[in-house]
T-cell receptor
Framework: GDSVTQMEGPVTLSEEAFLTINCTYT??????LFWYVQYPGEGLQLLLK?????DKGSNKGFEATYRKETTSFHLEKGSVQVSDSAVYFC?????????FGAGTRLTVKP | GAVVSQHPSRVICKSGTSVKIECRSL??????MFWYRQFPKQSLMLMAT?????????EQGVEKDKFLINHASLTLSTLTVTSAHPEDSSFYIC???????????FGSGTRLTVV
């Protein structure tokens, strides 16, 4: 079945460092891909998404490009802030069911 | 934007009792709602998919008699944990969609603690 494999954390970075969180997927057809963020004490929030190959999703300085040839959707940010500390989930949806990666906890230190 | 309200946010119950969790789409009609369970340090696990007016589809390994899901209207789905036990303690999250193309909106989650 469909699945998402996400880079294991935790990831600890200093403020203004470059962030990459790897995500690869296995799916039939052409799934839509998402990154969700969960801040402490809050529910999941959609961060960005891409619905077809070569699409780039972006939001709040985060970017991810849908790469069908490598079945990847890596999350990047050029300069992280302390407020970016959260758990990030890569996800896909195919035929309506959503599958999530394991989540990556990011801690950004001042 | 689309809002999904999940209630309660936290609940503590005694072993053997039942707990009902509500998931409401406030400004759109959700044809499909999903219920997830999040174990500590683990990803969300899809428990079941419910479509309005029909029986929920449960994932393998999820006890349908223990986790009762009702999706009686286009704006409300409920998850009832029956005869709860401490191992049912977890974080439960719902999500709703009008259709997959419109994206998914998550509730804020319910932290269930069974004592």
């Amino acid at each position: 079945g469909d699945s998402v494999t996400q880079m294991e954390g935790p990831v600890t970075l200093s403020e203004e460092a470059f962030l990459t969180i790897n995500c690869t997927y296995t799916a039939t057809g052409y799934p839509s891909l998402f990154w969700y963020v969960q801040y402490p004490g809050e529910g999941l929030q959609l961060l960005l998404k891409a619905t077809k190959a070569d699409d780039k999703g972006s939001n709040k300085g985060f970017e991810a490009t849908y790469r069908k040839e490598t079945t990847s959707f890596h999350l990047e940010k050029g300069s992280v802030q302390v407020s970016d500390s959260a758990v990030y989930f890569c996800a896909l949806t195919n035929n309506n069911d959503m599958r999530f990666g394991a989540g990556t906890r990011l801690t950004v230190k001042p | 934007g689309a809002v999904v309200s999940q209630h309660p946010s936290r609940v503590i119950c005694k072993s053997g009792t039942s707990v009902k969790i509500e998931c409401r789409s406030l400004d759109f009609q959700a044809t499909t709602m999903f219920w997830y369970r999040q174990f500590p340090k683990q990803s969300l696990m899809l428990m079941a998919t419910s479509n309005e007016g029909s029986k929920a589809t449960y994932e393998q390994g999820v006890e349908k008699d223990k986790f009762l899901i009702n999706h009686a209207s286009l704006t409300l789905s409920t998850l009832t944990v029956t005869s709860a036990h401490p191992e049912d303690s977890s974080f439960y999250i719902c999500s709703a969609t009008l259709s997959g193309d419109y994206g998914y909106t998550f509730g804020s989650g319910t932290r269930l603690t069974v004592v």
